[in-house]
């Protein structure tokens, strides 16, 4: 399996549900990617394409 590449399309700016309009990410999502394993990662990446209507 290949390791998650951040969803992040350098368009940040978050609604009013704290969800960024570029890449999908809440706010905690983007703060903690860092620290997150490849599994967690995959995890955000998923629930961003379903916000973004894209699953």
């Known amino acids: ?3 998650p590449v ?7 700016r978050l609604n009013d549900q704290d969800i960024c309009e570029g ?3 809440t ?4 703060r903690t990617w860092v ?4 599994d967690q990662r995959q ?4 629930n961003c394409s379903q916000r973004a ?3």
């Not at 951040?6 to 940040?12: D, E, K, Q, R």
């Not at 706010?27 to 983007?30: G, H, N, P, V």
């Not at 620290?35 to 490849?38: F, P, Q």
């Open 1 to 3: 399996m290949e390791k």
């Open 6 to 12: 951040s969803p992040c399309i350098s368009l940040c």
């Open 23 to 25: 890449c999908f990410r």
């Open 27 to 30: 706010s905690e999502e983007i």
């Open 35 to 38: 620290y997150l394993d490849d």
């Open 43 to 46: 995890d955000i990446i998923d």
């Open 53 to 55: 209507g894209r699953d």
